[in-house]
């Protein structure tokens, strides 16, 4: 209940901000001149769902989805935090807690369905067709999350959107141009998204 209410407060905060920034506000360089090192692993997150392969043992192998605590549950082993690990570690866990029960263990963890961790997952809220959390991708655009939310609604201002971005311990909000990107085609209007950016689109004002 804390994590849900401290979600509601800064997404109303960040609506605030938009507010603030629909009269302007700085805008972001085209995606093709800006540059992103992600980190080279991938961490799991809540409603990823993970195939753990135990070698030998195929009546402990199955697929799995990562509770939204970020816990998992196998044969033998319960409650076991998933979330903030790479799949690598979580497999190690894994063997760790399985020697209990079997002889030296040998598993395999694979992610099958990506969703990642709230610090790597771009936030798309307001009147995009489909708003939701998106899991970061390398070089991830403006373009690429309004195609994985399905565009704009017919009440949508677009080119009034906002990119909410954490840097350090402070909030910058940027004016980004949807409408200008996907009803004009103006890739200079295409800018570089990073993990926990949140998309903020608003309605037209009539």
Not at 29 to 48: C, E, H, M, R
Not at 92 to 101: A, C, H, P, T, V
Request: charge should be neutral; hydrophobic fraction near 45%.
């Amino acid at each position: 209940m804390r994590q849900v209410l401290r979600q509601a407060t800064r997404l109303g905060a960040l609506m605030m901000m938009v507010l603030v920034a629909a009269c302007g506000g700085p805008t972001l360089p085209p995606a093709t001149t800006v540059s992103y090192d992600p980190s080279p692993d991938y961490f799991i997150g809540p409603l990823d769902t993970l195939s753990i392969f135990v070698w030998r043992n195929p009546e402990l192998s199955q697929s799995v989805p990562v509770r939204p605590d970020g816990r998992i549950s196998i044969p033998l082993v319960q409650d076991l935090a998933a979330a903030g690990k790479t799949p690598t570690q979580l497999a190690s866990d894994i063997e760790g807690q399985l020697k209990k029960f079997v002889q030296d263990p040998i598993v395999t963890v694979i992610v099958t369905s990506f969703n990642g961790p709230y610090s790597r997952q771009v936030r798309v809220v307001g009147e995009a067709a489909h708003p939701q959390a998106i899991a970061y991708r390398d070089n991830m655009t403006l373009l690429d999350v309004m195609i994985a939310s399905g565009g704009l609604t017919l009440y949508a201002s677009g080119n009034r959107s906002t990119i909410v971005r954490t840097v350090g311990d402070k909030e910058t909000s940027f004016r980004v141009r949807i409408a200008d990107l996907i009803k004009d085609g103006d890739v200079s209007a295409n800018v570089q998204m990073l993990p926990g950016d949140v998309l903020i689109i608003p309605q037209a004002w009539f």
